[in-house]
């Protein structure tokens, strides 16, 4: 997935502490999740919001980074980013409920998701054959549970970009030989 979209995550003026060149860095997560460091043409503020085409703001896309190359700062307002990002793009998410399957024969994509197991992925199942879901909202009340729809999202994204999950629903995978093992499940 190509990102189009940025949100800044941390802004640093003169780059990073021991660089040859001072020149402005930002580091930023796009709306696919993607981690990238980005040159910005001017100064930019954390939380900002960039199409990627708009040299104007955004000169090129240096490299894509992983989370523990995050900046402590950028670490910091990730989670709160993230959940941002997924009420911009509820539609998206409740068409994952809508639509999710399994990934193995005992495994569904739903019980990926924190707090929910099992016993939540089959009242999830049931309730979608009746109808499909229109909103968090609609999920929370037809599943009953008390807990913010995204923010079990946020948390499974925020897991995905540290690299503790096998098998990823919604952080692309971009694999390196010693992490062959997980799986970008679509």
């Known amino acids: 997935m190509r990102e189009n979209k940025i949100v800044i995550l941390d802004y640093l003026p003169n780059g990073y502490p021991g660089m040859r060149k001072i020149e402005p860095i930002a580091q930023s997560i796009g709306y696919h999740f993607t ?12 939380g900002e919001i960039f199409e990627i085409e708009n040299k104007d703001k955004i000169k090129h896309i240096r490299r894509r980074l992983k989370e523990k190359e995050l900046t402590n700062y ?5 989670s709160d980013i993230v959940k941002k990002i997924v009420k911009e793009r509820e ?23 924190p707090s929910l197991g099992k016993k939540h992925a089959q009242i999830i199942l049931k309730e979608k054959k009746k109808k499909p879901f229109e909103s968090f909202e609609d ?28 098998y990823h629903l919604f952080v692309p995978y971009f694999p390196t030989p010693a992490s062959s093992r997980r799986t970008f499940v679509t």
């Not at 981690?35 to 954390?46: D, G, I, T």
């Not at 409920?97 to 495994?107: L, Q, V």
């Not at 599943?143 to 690299?163: A, N, P």
Request: glycine share 2%; proline share 1%; aromatic share 8%.
């Open 35 to 46: 981690l990238l460091e980005v040159f910005p043409e001017s100064e930019v503020q954390v």
């Open 91 to 113: 539609e998206y998410f409740v068409k994952f409920f809508n639509t999710a399957s399994r990934i193995t024969i005992r495994m569904h994509q739903l019980e990926l998701i």
């Open 139 to 166: 999920i929370k009340k037809r599943i009953g549970t008390t807990v913010e729809i995204e923010d079990l999202i946020t948390r499974r994204i925020t897991k995905e970009l540290k690299g503790e999950e096998k």
């Open 74 to 78: 950028a670490r910091n307002n990730l």
